[in-house]
């Protein structure tokens, strides 16, 4: 193949990749046309973020007492009702406040809420949550003031089993039915609840008289009051294992809704109750400080200092200096590609992070060029300068790469945006410039050639 089709065909595939990673890639969707490339995901300080705050609720709730005083589920006759608080003064303590704060962290953890940031009034109880306003920041909140009490009670409102004798939940599915996925919730009991659980499933059974009429007693599964489902039992639970059915599907929609309800009992009940009543106090959105007004005059200055440095590259290496150009320009697209298909949270760390990687290429670039124009267009001689190059560069960037892997594990997100962008920055820039702009430099030397 003529050697200048192949630098043609190489440069309109980074133009290609490039038009992608900064504009998109868009596809009609129903009557709108949509981006099939993941957006970019801002950090809190670049992007806004959510304040909510719980409070432990002073509200009261109407108790049921019977002639002699003792409390019963309904109102009852001759009896007296009473209302209290759902808080006792006993429950406001500071060992209760702390132990709300630790069971909302390990959920907002199991949800993966990369981002977010935690504080307790040790006075009242109040805790304040920093969350990123993203589709996850809804459900979320939802899990600052559930308190995660699981019950399972009988038709008189008899607790026969609760939190104490869980053990784990776990989320299942099966595709053993032809009408689709079936999504379940497994409810797995502890050791000394399991024959508690053997005998509710022989008590609690479908039933009819002798007319035929149900005569079934059920149970009600209850999570905070609300009821899950009542029922009764086919067969005897005796392996301390009780699966709830959610729903079967047969679209990916409703399969995706089902899985969300399922895994969301599962975090609520695998990570504690909260030992406090809580209620929404505040949820309101704040904006960044940083607009887009702040990056207009940094931009600015950034495409003139890089402007600047392309034209020098041209005048400097003539033909190999528009190549390098090319080159650069893909690198940048496939880094930033790669922060989007990672879903990597951008920081102004991050940013930081995007303009040493962007240096970095620069230099090699640079110093690539110096190799070529020393060979004197001897393909050969360039070979070896080249390996040489990428050697000496490589060994200069390892303690780079070195640290990005370390901040990479930091669970503070600013260090592990930083380092993650370093790291891949560093890798791409070993692997993209061995490959690419090695390619294009070797077909612009004149002698004949074969790869």
Known sequence: MNRRLEI???TLLIILVS???F???FVQHTKFMENIIPEYQLG????GYRVITV???????????DKDGNEVEKEAKDGTTKEVPVNTEDMLNIQNYKKAKEVIEKRLSDLNIAEYLIRLDEKDGRITVQLPENSMTDTASQFLNSRGVFTIEDEDGNVLLNNDNLKSVQVGYSNQS???TTVLVRFNFNDDSVDKLKEISNTYVSSTDEEGNDTSKKVSIKL?????????????LANGVLPLTLGTATDTSTLNTYMNQATNIAILLNNGTLPIEYTMDQNRFIKSDITMDDFIIPAIVVGAILLISFVILIIRYKTFGLLGIVSYIGYMAILLLIVRYTNLIITMEGIFGLLISAVLNYILIVYILETVKKTEKDREIYKKQFN?????????LIPTLIIGIVLCFSTWLPAYSFGTIIFWGVIIIAIYNAIVTRGLFLLNIKEDYRI
């Open 8 to 10: 043609a065909l190489i």
């Open 19 to 21: 038009i992608i990673s």
């Open 23 to 25: 504009a998109g890639l």
């Open 44 to 47: 809190m300080d670049l992007d």
């Open 55 to 65: 409070k432990a609720s002073d509200e009261t709730e109407t108790k049921y007492y």
């Open 178 to 180: 032809t009408s689709g």
């Open 224 to 236: 905070d009051g609300s009821t899950l489902i009542s029922t009764t039992f086919s067969e005897e």
């Open 388 to 396: 040489k190059s990428m050697t000496s560069i490589i060994s200069i």
